[in-house]
């Protein structure tokens, strides 16, 4: 459902001025202080919008609120541009009436950002499709490209439009925009030559040196540095929060956007350069033979540069500086200039460059957006013009801006009452005549043809003779003297001569927003805006097609000789165009208004904006406005909203609506004279009257909204209470369904519980009655066994008894027999006889006892350990020592079957086990080794027959060793041999001798206690043999060739034993040196044999595996 809302609901403040009460300027201002202070930044009059200034972004410009004011009337919501934006394009969409949108006020205020939210509204709403975004689009970028031009930085605005701007858009039937057509008015273009302090000039100069990229500024011949420009103010020549280079990039990105070419920019960006390069021409004078200074160029660097920037000669421009050249009827004068001159002549090129720069790029725009369709457009026009000004010194330009909103405000006047009439007329109310102030004559003093001030200054531009500003001001004087709006001191009706707030050289003029005083200087120069024909000329001359275009004056084929109009004479003519335009169109104000001077959000002063109140007629907009009748309603909103007010009307009204509010206003009993029925809408006079209406319906809608609360309530708790009940019904049926349930489960567990039990006690008895059975069976087998058993062991006992009985009988009876044999035989018994039975008995058992044992003898081997048990314990000596001779006799037995050699085999392991056993580890392993003694088989082999031959005794241990290199403790091969006397070494391949030692020479052998072989041979100190020192070898038998070492030594006679050491650490004598060899358990180097190694002098060390 469409919710119906209206301007009048949540009001701060009022919001529409009309329904102001009192109405006094000072109830205005509060009002819109308050409304400021509440972020509500538009106020209505009417359908006038106030605009304030935020001076800070609001969140009510977006898309959320273009949908929400999209198709709703204008006092449904609360104020917004979007309520205007909307009804103007609706009523161009839906009515045909061309729309045209006024915004005005002072610098600041915030025109141009209106206007944007306008246009962005419109784009926002009307169609869209591929085409139509593409015209939106180049509509809304024609913006910062004019901006960047036409904009620049002043003390009230650091983004102010130093331009008039009006733009036609262009809509066909369906409001698609097809195009526009954008207009400029009057560029502030003394800027360009000078700014006043604080302010800067265009941001395009800026932008460029900012924004352009190196290649750019070297192809415009321009530095980047503001300082090296004369026509750049440097005070402010950054904008905070302004970035300039960013600003350039949209520039270019914008003008891309609407159309122009590469080129084009190209060349746009060279004037620009050139104007820049033009403020850096300097001057100089020259004096002249007729006396008269002549200005020259003082440093032609930077014209060179222009000159080629733009392709002009330069001798035609350095000339252009320095003569004027005037025609009149076929006659050419020329003359020189003065420096003076000629920096006037500069500026005013400048200025001129500038300007044409600025038409031309706004001629291009609208070739660019240019509506194509030929069919009839439907046309909403967006002025964005200068508002009033009045500052400290007013100028030419204050007074044609002025001027400008003069008109603005006639039309302003014109269009509301006309409207408003047209609006009684319509509603066939009658008219009354309403009284305010008309400014046409204000008007007609600025512009009137004949004694207009415009029309005068003309006259005088054109007069010939000495002209000034002074005969212009005379001519006022004397003209206009009578007129009520125009102040002088020197008037000819002589009311102002003792005014000393009106100087000698100004006038003052009342406008209709108050008097601005303006100085006559520079009106004349300014009017004529004059540029000297050869500069014109010059730059006709240019190389640059851009150029030619804008100068076309400077065409020698098109010489005219006539003046060109004066400033005020276009600016007069194009006001009137587009007054007339505008009267065409059914206007939509917005009156911007700005809170400061500071620019900034949040503060409100009164005395600033009670000014710009003032001047822009908005209290006169308001009488105008409630002069007949201060609001009005269409009937059907209007019932709609009161129609709780009366009986007969509430909540429904079948009839016509118009009966209704006439019922509803009888009702009230308002006078009648508050109020007029128009055709479709009701008139009220007075504020008050809505205001009661408001009242009264504020307080029905408590009431109302009292009653809807009591019905609903109610509705609310009988819906509840049912709900509950429903809720009862069906909890208490589920919980009767889980009682039943309940009680129906214990019924079934205490049947089955009874049932177990009965069964339980009836399976009980049966069981009991088996079980009885079964012991009754049990027990009659029992006793019938116990009967069997009592008769069979009574039947065993008889037997037994009976048994014992006949035993003992036989041993009475032989008892008997013996005492009956002793008692005959005692007297053929010897006394001693039990000794011999003892002997005897003894003799037997002996007996027994060793024909047992030659039965159970062991076997003959002396490791057998078996031998017979003795059968009684008084044997016991006797078995160990016959089991003891039984052992040495076997042994002897076994020894007995030896031979000589054999045995001399076995006294030599005897001796090996006394010499080595558990002291070197490699004894163990040897004990089953057969100590072979010849190892070489030196007899048989051919190789050794000499070496057996030079050993004439026999040889009792042949083999090889190694011996041990006392350098490096490396081995070399050796047959060791060992004969009764002595021990050889002999070379292993060819058998020959190298040491022969008799055994007395040998004191003692050295072995380790590890699993190595490595034995030391030490001989006597000062034998013959010990000359080369001692001996270190190594054998794979060296246990069998230390014992029979050791036997041999002790074999011999008149010898001491060879002395055995075994340590891990012993000195062996080498020649002259003694060296300790010692024995270290290591790892395994090269295999599982020892390895020997020289450390140093003094010390061979043997790395043993570990076992
Ligand atoms: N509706 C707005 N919301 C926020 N800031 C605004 C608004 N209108 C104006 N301003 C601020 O005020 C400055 C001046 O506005 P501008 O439209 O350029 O003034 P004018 O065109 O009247 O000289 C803007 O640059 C902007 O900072
Ligand atoms: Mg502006």
Same mark, same amino acid.
């Given at each position: 459902m469409e919710v119906k809302t209206s301007l009048l609901d949540n009001m701060i403040g009022v919001g529409d001025m009309v329904l102001l009460e009192p109405l006094s300027e000072e109830s205005f201002i509060e009002n819109l202080r308050n409304r400021f202070d509440h972020n509500e930044i538009y106020t209505y009059i009417g359908s006038v919008v106030i605009s304030m200034n935020p001076y800070r972004s609001l969140p009510i410009f977006t898309p959320e609120k273009v949908e929400e004011y999209r198709n709703r009337n204008f006092y449904e919501l609360s104020p917004h541009i979007y309520a205007l934006a909307d009804e103007a394009y609706r009523s161009l969409r839906d009515q045909d009436k061309d729309q045209c949108i006024l915004i005005t006020g002072?610098?600041?205020?915030g025109k141009t950002e209106a206007s944007k939210l306008v246009m962005s509204y419109v784009a926002a709403v009307c169609g869209k499709g591929q085409e139509v975004n593409k015209v939106k689009e180049q509509l809304l970028q024609s913006n910062p490209v004019l901006e960047a031009f036409g904009n620049a930085k002043t003390v009230r605005n650091d983004n102010s439009s130093r331009f008039g701007k009006y733009m036609d858009i262009e809509f066909d039937f369906k409001g698609d925009p097809l195009g526009g057509v954008i207009s400029n008015y %009057? %560029?502030?273009?003394s800027r360009v030559v000078k700014q006043p302090r604080g302010e800067r000039n265009f941001h395009i100069f800026y932008q460029l040196l900012s924004g352009a990229s190196d290649d750019t500024l070297k192809k415009l011949k321009l530095d980047r540095d503001f300082s090296k420009y004369n026509y750049l103010s440097l005070d402010s020549a950054s904008v905070t929060g302004l970035d300039d280079a960013a600003c350039f990039r949209t520039v270019r990105n914008a003008m891309q956007i609407v159309g122009f070419m590469e080129d084009e920019v190209q060349s746009v960006l060279e004037l620009v350069a050139a104007v820049l390069k033009l403020g850096n021409i300097e001057f100089k004078p020259e004096s002249r033979v007729n006396g008269f200074d002549e200005s020259r160029v003082k440093d032609k660097n930077d014209l060179k540069e222009m000159c080629e920037l733009l392709g002009i000669e330069q001798s035609v421009l350095e000339r252009a500086f320095s003569y004027r050249t005037v025609e009149a009827k076929m006659e050419k004068v020329s003359t020189t200039l003065n420096v003076s001159q000629a920096y006037y002549a500069r500026d005013a090129l400048a200025k001129n460059l500038y300007s044409r720069l600025f038409s031309w790029l706004v001629t291009r725009i609208n070739e660019s957006i240019k509506a194509q369709a030929k069919t009839r457009h439907k046309v909403m026009g967006v002025l964005d013009i200068y508002g009033f000004e009045i500052f400290e010194e007013n100028s030419f330009e204050q007074f044609i801006i002025n001027y400008c909103n003069e008109k603005l405000q006639q039309i302003f006047i014109e269009l509301t009452l006309r409207e408003e009439q047209e609006e009684y007329i319509r509603e066939d109310i009658e008219w009354t005549n309403i009284e305010y102030f008309n400014n046409a004559v204000i008007c007609d003093l600025i512009e009137n043809n004949q004694n207009g001030i415009l029309a005068m200054l003309d006259e005088e531009c054109l007069r010939p003779g000495t002209v000034t500003d002074d005969t212009f001001l005379d001519k006022l004087n004397t003209i206009c003297a009578e007129h009520q709006h125009f102040e002088s001191r020197l008037s000819k009706n002589s009311k102002f001569l003792t005014d000393h707030s009106l100087p000698h050289s100004c006038f003052r003029i009342q406008h209709y927003a108050g008097k601005v005083l303006y100085r006559v200087e520079g009106f004349v120069d300014k009017n004529n805006d004059l540029l000297y024909r050869d500069l014109s000329q010059a730059m006709y001359k240019a190389n640059h097609s851009l150029m030619k275009q804008i100068f076309p004056e400077g065409n020698p084929a098109k010489v005219n000789l006539k003046r060109p109009p004066t400033a005020g004479f276009q600016f007069k003519a194009s006001v009137g165009t587009l007054m007339r335009n505008l009267l065409t169109k059914n206007p939509n104000y917005i009156r911007c208004i700005k809170p400061n001077d500071k620019k900034a959000a949040h503060i409100f002063t009164d005395t600033l904006v009670c000014h710009q109140v003032r001047y822009l007629g908005l209290m006169e907009n308001v009488r105008v406005r409630r002069a007949g009748y201060a609001f009005r309603q269409m009937y059907e909103p209007c019932l709609e909203r009161?129609?709780?007010?009366?009986k007969q009307t509430w909540p429904h009204w079948r009839g016509p609506t118009r009966e209704g509010v006439e019922v509803l206003m009888t009702d009230l009993q308002i006078s009648t004279e508050e109020f007029a029925y128009g055709r479709s809408k009701i008139f009220i006079r007075n504020p008050r009257t809505l205001f009661f209406l408001e009242e009264k319906r504020r307080g029905c809608l408590e009431n109302l909204a009292a009653l809807i609360q009591k019905i609903y309530r109610g509705w609310k708790c009988r819906k509840h209470f049912l709900l509950l009940k429903k809720s009862q019904v069906v909890v208490a049926a589920w919980y009767r369904r889980y009682a039943q349930q309940k009680k129906y489960q214990k019924i079934k567990s205490s049947t089955i519980v009874m049932q177990s039990f009965i069964r339980g006690w009836k399976a009980r008895k049966i069981l009991r009655e088996l079980k009885y059975q079964k012991r009754c069976k049990e027990a009659v087998t029992t006793i019938a066994a116990y009967w069997h058993g009592t008769q069979a062991r009574r039947e065993l006992r008889r037997l037994k008894e009976e048994a014992r009985r006949k035993h003992a009988i036989a041993v009475i009876w032989a008892y008997w027999l013996g005492l009956k044999v002793r008692r005959e035989y005692r007297k053929f018994f010897r006394a001693h006889a039990g000794r011999k039975i003892y002997d005897f008995t003894i003799q037997r058992i002996m007996q027994k006892y060793f024909l047992n044992l030659k039965k159970t003898m062991p076997s003959m081997s002396p490791i057998d350990k078996k031998w017979p048990a003795r059968p009684y314990q008084f044997m016991e000596g006797a078995n160990t020592e016959l089991r003891r001779i039984f052992y040495l006799w076997r042994c002897k037995k076994y020894r007995s079957q030896f031979t000589e050699d054999k045995k001399a085999v076995y006294e030599e392991k005897l001796e090996a086990s006394e010499i080595f056993k558990d002291k070197k580890a490699l004894y163990p392993s040897s004990v089953s080794q057969p100590f072979k003694g010849d190892y070489v088989e030196i007899n048989k082999n051919p190789k050794y027959q000499k070496l057996n031959s030079a050993v004439e005794e026999k040889v009792l241990l042949a083999d090889v060793v190694n011996k041990i290199n006392r350098a490096n403790g490396k081995g070399s091969s050796r047959i060791f041999l060992l004969t009764k006397n002595n021990f050889v070494l002999a070379d292993q391949k060819t058998g020959q001798v190298k040491a022969s030692v008799p055994l007395p020479d040998l004191t003692s052998v050295s072995v380790s206690t590890q699993n190595d072989g490595f034995f030391a041979l030490k001989l006597k100190e000062g034998s013959a043999s010990a000359a080369k020192g001692d001996f270190l070898l190594s054998s794979d038998h060296l246990i069998e060739i230390i014992t029979k070492l050791h036997r041999a030594g002790t074999a011999m006679a008149d010898r001491e034993q060879i002395n055995i050491n075994i340590s891990d650490e012993f000195l062996v004598q080498f020649k002259q040196d003694k060296v300790c060899v010692k024995f270290v358990q290591g790892g395994p180097k090269n295999g599982n044999s020892a390895a020997c190694k020289r450390k140093n002098n003094r010390l061979l060390e043997v790395s043993v595996p570990s076992p």
């Open positions: 002072e610098s600041g205020a %009057l %560029l502030e273009k009161y129609k709780m007010l009366c």
